[in-house]
């Protein structure tokens, strides 16, 4: 089974600096995808970054952007010029790359305050 | 055009009672999948629908739980004789459905059973 690792409970970052939240999975699949989601108070949860496993370049989304090592099963996600309205949790989240395979495995979350 | 929606928004039941959670999908998502986020987790997987059927249901904990989609849209999440354990934020998603394609989320429905 898929499992997705979120050991940062809770992070913080100073307003306009940079933070990197980590993320390791286990699998046994080659092709899947990577997900980082963002969860605010009002619980919907909102796409912050996506990559293809065969993609060996780093996705990136404006000042978010990911460290995709696919051999070391790592995944992390760093933000830039971090912003007060980057506060929420983040998930990190996995799914096989199997036709009509649709279910997504979660991490636990990690909590990021920003400090204005 | 709109996002997923769910209604209720919250829903408080006592512990026996039964209680249905309803999710409209993003306007021509064909694939529509519901989560179960408890507090300080993850979400996790309980079903997924791909029109009208379900395509994966491995995720629902136990026969008290069952979801429906009959016209291939809405979906209905309906909880029998509902336990203090069931209590959590129920998720639903939804998508075009083919395999590269991104789940959008709802709000949720937090259920409380008392």
């Known amino acids: 089974a898929q499992t997705v690792t979120q050991s940062q409970p809770e992070m913080s970052v100073q307003e306009a600096e940079t933070v990197t939240l980590s993320c390791t999975y286990d699998t046994s699949e080659s092709d899947y995808y990577l997900f980082w989601y963002k969860q605010p108070p009002s619980r919907q949860m909102i796409l912050v970054i996506r990559?293809?496993?065969?993609?060996?370049q780093n996705a990136t989304e404006n000042r978010f952007s990911v460290n995709f090592q696919k051999a070391a099963k790592s995944f992390s996600l760093k933000i830039s010029d971090s912003q007060l309205g980057d506060a929420a949790m983040y998930f990190c989240?996995?799914?096989?790359?199997?036709?009509?395979?649709?279910?997504?495995?979660f991490g636990t979350g990690t909590k990021l305050q920003v400090i204005p | 055009g709109a996002g997923v929606s769910q209604t209720p928004s919250n829903k408080v039941t006592e512990k026996g009672k039964y209680v249905e959670l309803r999710c409209d999908p993003i306007s021509g998502h064909t694939a529509l999948y519901w989560y179960r986020q408890s507090l300080g987790q993850g979400p996790e997987f309980l079903i997924y629908?791909?029109?009208?059927?379900?395509?994966?249901d491995s995720g629902l904990p136990n026969d008290r739980f069952f979801a429906v989609r009959p016209e291939g849209s809405v979906s209905t999440l309906k909880i029998q004789r509902t336990e203090r354990g069931d209590s959590a934020v129920y998720l639903c998603?939804?998508?075009?459905?083919?395999?590269?394609?991104?789940?959008?989320f709802g709000p949720g429905t937090r259920l409380t059973v008392l």
């Open positions: 989240a996995y799914r096989r790359a199997l036709g009509g395979y649709q279910k997504v495995t």
């Open positions: 990559q293809e496993a065969y993609k060996q």
């Open positions: 629908f791909q029109g009208t059927g379900a395509a994966d």
């Open positions: 998603a939804s998508s075009l459905g083919r395999d590269t394609d991104t789940q959008y």
